[in-house]
């Protein structure tokens, strides 16, 4: 698993690890439509002190997103990362995992729709992170 530091002065601050993020699942929360841009934002300020974020959202996401400037403004910031054209953001999501060894955090089932690209069960398993979002609260769940 690799890890990202934070420089303040001469000392490391603090030491964290990456997660990459299924921002169209989160954002489309229970099949919620349109999608919330509010559910990445809760993600981000809920994770962003524990985990370096690696955002990566579906090319069409922009077109159906409730609030579109303020999701237009995380693209343009490199908060989050759009899939090109025609590529699921799915297999982009699984190959920065496999890159960086880190979480997956995403409700769907990879496995069964990209068992091509994941080396195995158990490794998915092992990566894949879920989460809920009650009451405009943001929890993850942790693989055992």
């Given at each position: 698993?690799?890890?990202?530091?934070?420089?303040?002065?001469?000392?490391?601050?603090?030491?964290?690890?990456?997660?990459?993020?299924?921002?169209?699942?989160?954002?489309?929360?229970?099949?919620?439509?349109?999608?919330?841009?509010?559910?990445?934002?809760?993600?981000?300020?809920?994770?962003?002190?524990?985990?370096?974020?690696?955002?990566?959202?579906?090319?069409?996401?922009?077109?159906?997103?409730?609030?579109?400037?303020?999701?237009?403004?995380?693209?343009?910031?490199?908060?989050?990362?759009?899939?090109?054209?025609?590529?699921?953001?799915d297999k982009l999501i699984i190959m920065t995992a496999?890159?960086?060894?880190?979480?997956?955090?995403t409700n769907d089932n990879y496995f069964k729709d990209?068992?091509?690209?994941?080396?195995?069960?158990?490794?998915?398993?092992?990566?894949?992170?879920?989460?809920?979002?009650?009451?405009?609260?943001?929890?993850?769940?942790?693989?055992?």
């Amino acid at each position: 698993m690799e890890f990202h530091c934070f420089y303040h002065s001469n000392k490391v601050t603090k030491i964290k690890p990456y997660i990459t993020t299924d921002i169209s699942n989160i954002a489309g929360h229970y099949s919620e439509f349109p999608p919330k841009f509010e559910n990445i934002r809760i993600m981000f300020n809920s994770l962003r002190f524990e985990y370096f974020i690696i955002g990566i959202a579906d090319w069409g996401l922009d077109n159906c997103i409730d609030n579109k400037e303020p999701y237009r403004n995380f693209i343009g910031r490199g908060i989050v990362n759009r899939s090109p054209p025609g590529v699921k953001a799915d297999k982009l999501i699984i190959m920065t995992a496999l890159t960086h060894g880190c979480l997956m955090l995403t409700n769907d089932n990879y496995f069964k729709d990209h068992a091509n690209l994941i080396p195995s069960e158990s490794w998915f398993e092992e990566h894949q992170a879920t989460f809920d979002i009650i009451n405009g609260e943001f929890r993850i769940y942790l693989p055992e």
